[in-house]
Every structure is written in C-alpha cells, then in structure tokens.
C-alpha cells in the first residue's frame, strides 16, 4: 500500500555533492515525518536527519552545515541535499515515512523504508 522511488545516488568525490529524491506513492492519506537514514556494512542504520510535517527539520551533528533534508507535501517527496561529501559520508541511504494509508478494506499509520540508494565519496 505505500511504495518508494528512490533516486540521486552515486559516486562522487571528496568535497562534491549529491541530491537524494524519495518519492512516497500509494493509498496515502498523510505523511507525517519523514527522514533519511544511512547503513554502512557491519553496522547499524543510523539516522542522518529528518523533518516533520511541520517542516522542522533534524540533523546528526556529523553533517549539520552540509546536509539540507526538505520536502515537497505535494509531490510526497523528500530531498536531501548533501554538500562537502566526504570518504565517511559513504553508505547506503534509505529514505523513511511516517504514513497513513487506507483503502476499502483497511486503514493503518505505520513507518515504511524506502530500497536504499548507495552513495560512495572516493577520490
């Protein structure tokens, strides 16, 4: 009932930047916070910054000043930008939803994980 596109990925070197796209489409009634999150191998998925319906917004210390995490309420689309990309930055970035759906049959408010796009700074 709730489905991801994810787009923006890719490699870039130390310094660059990238812009991430998480379309959210489905039976949607709301979406309520949205955020992004990055997992590199062998260790946990970690929250990068998110952003409430309200539109504020949330950033791990590790890229406040680089990262801009925004929202399009009515494309269902969060964006992050990242700027000054650096080796560490590299992982693989899954877009999250706080969503309420319903069709005939059912309703529900649950959290979804977007398929995770990769993104590798190396020089």
């Known amino acids: 009932q709730v489905e991801f596109a994810e787009s923006g990925g890719g490699f870039v070197q130390p310094g660059g930047s990238l812009r991430l796209s998480c379309v959210v489409s489905?039976?949607?009634?709301?979406?309520?916070?949205l955020g992004w999150y990055r997992q590199i191998p062998g260790s946990q998925r970690e929250l990068v910054a998110n952003i409430d319906d309200d539109g504020s917004a949330f950033y791990v210390d590790s890229v406040k000043g680089r990262f801009t995490i925004s929202r399009d309420n009515a494309k269902n689309t969060v964006y992050l930008q990242m700027t000054n990309l650096n080796p560490e930055d590299t992982a693989v970035y899954y877009c999250n939803a706080d969503v309420s759906w319903s069709t005939i049959a059912m309703a529900a408010r649950d959290t979804y994980w977007g398929p995770g796009t990769q993104v590798t700074v190396s020089s």
């Open positions: 489905g039976n949607i009634v709301k979406i309520y916070g």
